[in-house]
């Protein structure tokens, strides 16, 4: 367990865990971002990361499992996984070498800016399939993305937007993001091992969390088969806008 972590604020960070892989389970994204930016607020980012990836990889493995037929493969393996691998190793380096304070602040800011803009867009689309990005646009959000995944464990975001713009049914649109989750957390994971994070204290911190897990993917499996996904996603973006003024403020 990361030193000074009080049950007090061990029981705020599994409420924070529960929320965010609810947000996971219904949408495909969400849960490793929530928690990095709300979680940090109780624990520091480089002693987060590490507990986290496996509880995101674990989610992952268990909706590919159930979901594996609506992924849209074709996308995923010619235009976002390629792109997204190649940004991997560049975030990664960021992460080992970037200071703790500057990161929180970088992740505050580029919660702001990304949580804006795809408010805007789901207030403007008003149910209508969004316009394709063009294929320049789509490849620099998809790199920008792989690094962003490396630095901060969730290149959430910028994959989102992009799988937003191609595949509009919800479960294919879920399904095809939990897959690439589970290629790129496979190799972060592994990164973390290598660098002698993913200690006794991250693992400990894992364990204690997944009850929070298992009950954010019940409650998310609910979520995505009733409630309308515009909703969803709106309330989720306004909460990481909020959160990322905090880490801006606080970083």
């Given at each position: 367990?990361?030193?000074?972590?009080?049950?007090l604020s061990l029981g705020a960070l599994a409420l924070v865990v529960l929320t965010a892989f609810t947000v996971e389970a219904a949408l495909g994204f969400g849960a490793t971002l929530i928690s990095v930016a709300?979680?940090?607020?109780?624990?520091?980012?480089?002693?987060?990361?590490?507990?986290?990836?496996?509880?995101?990889?674990?989610?992952?493995?268990?909706?590919?499992?159930?979901?594996?037929?609506?992924?849209?493969?074709?996308?995923?393996?010619?235009?976002?996984?390629?792109?997204?691998?190649?940004?991997?190793?560049?975030?990664?380096?960021?992460?080992?070498?970037?200071?703790?304070?500057?990161?929180?602040?970088?992740?505050?800011?580029?919660?702001?800016?990304?949580?804006?803009?795809?408010?805007?867009?789901?207030?403007?689309?008003?149910?209508?399939?969004?316009?394709?990005?063009?294929?320049?646009?789509?490849?620099?959000?998809?790199?920008?993305?792989?690094?962003?995944?490396?630095?901060?464990?969730?290149?959430?975001?910028?994959?989102?937007?992009?799988?937003?713009?191609?595949?509009?049914?919800?479960?294919?649109?879920?399904?095809?993001?939990?897959?690439?989750?589970?290629?790129?957390?496979?190799?972060?994971?592994?990164?973390?091992?290598?660098?002698?994070?993913?200690?006794?204290d991250a693992l400990v911190l894992t364990g204690a969390l997944v009850p929070s897990c298992a009950v954010?993917?019940?409650?998310?499996?609910?979520?995505?088969?009733?409630?309308?996904?515009?909703?969803?996603?709106?309330?989720?973006?306004?909460?990481?806008?909020?959160?990322?003024?905090?880490?801006?403020?606080?970083?």
């Open positions: 367990m990361p030193e000074g972590l009080s049950l709300l979680g940090s607020i109780f624990v520091s980012i480089d002693a987060l990361l590490p507990s986290l990836v496996p509880l995101n990889l674990g989610i992952s493995i268990w909706l590919v499992s159930r979901y594996w037929r609506q992924v849209d493969v074709a996308f995923l393996l010619r235009r976002l996984l390629p792109p997204m691998a190649l940004g991997l190793p560049f975030g990664i380096a960021l992460y080992q070498v970037a200071d703790a304070s500057l990161l929180k602040r970088l992740f505050g800011t580029f919660l702001i800016v990304v949580s804006g803009l795809e408010l805007h867009r789901v207030r403007s689309a008003r149910g209508a399939d969004p316009a394709p990005l063009s294929r320049t646009v789509e490849l620099a959000m998809a790199l920008a993305g792989g690094v962003v995944h490396g630095a901060f464990a969730t290149g959430g975001p910028m994959a989102v937007y992009v799988t937003s713009r191609a595949v509009a049914d919800k479960g294919a649109y879920r399904a095809t993001l939990c897959v690439l989750w589970l290629a790129l957390n496979v190799v972060l994971l592994a990164s973390f091992a290598v660098a002698g994070d993913l200690d006794r954010g993917l019940v409650l998310g499996e609910i979520a995505h088969h009733r409630v309308p996904v515009a909703t969803f996603r709106a309330a989720v973006f306004v909460a990481l806008a909020l959160a990322g003024v905090m880490l801006v403020a606080r970083g």
